[in-house]
């Protein structure tokens, strides 16, 4: 499955407070926590592609989707992966994309 999360940097301090040695620490071990029990797929001349040709079909269905949503949706399809989401309706429709929500029925 594809999933997203939150990038590490909106995990790590920021400029309105910083943390602690020993917080920053924990935050940091948490990330490098998250990465590692994930593959991350790559954005390649593949993706490349499959991100173009559903850029495509959104354009002439008249639906815009976000720009990261197309990303995500081209990656998992290009992997034939599923993407997990609590926001479904953003990959519907989307020609080549299996999308399932997060939430047990």
Request: no cysteine.
């Amino acid at each position: 499955m594809t999933t997203t999360w939150p990038s590490p940097p909106s995990l790590l301090p920021n400029s309105r407070s910083e943390p602690s040695l020993p917080r920053l620490a924990a935050r940091q071990a948490y990330v490098d926590e998250i990465v590692e029990s994930m593959t991350v797929l790559p954005y390649d001349e593949t993706v490349a592609v499959r991100h173009a040709a559903l850029l495509v079909a959104v354009r002439k269905a008249g639906r815009p989707r976000g720009a990261h949503d197309l990303i995500i949706a081209a990656t998992a399809s290009a992997a034939g992966r599923t993407v997990v989401s609590a926001d479904r309706r953003a990959f519907a429709d989307l020609p080549g994309v299996v999308a399932i929500d997060h939430r047990p029925i």
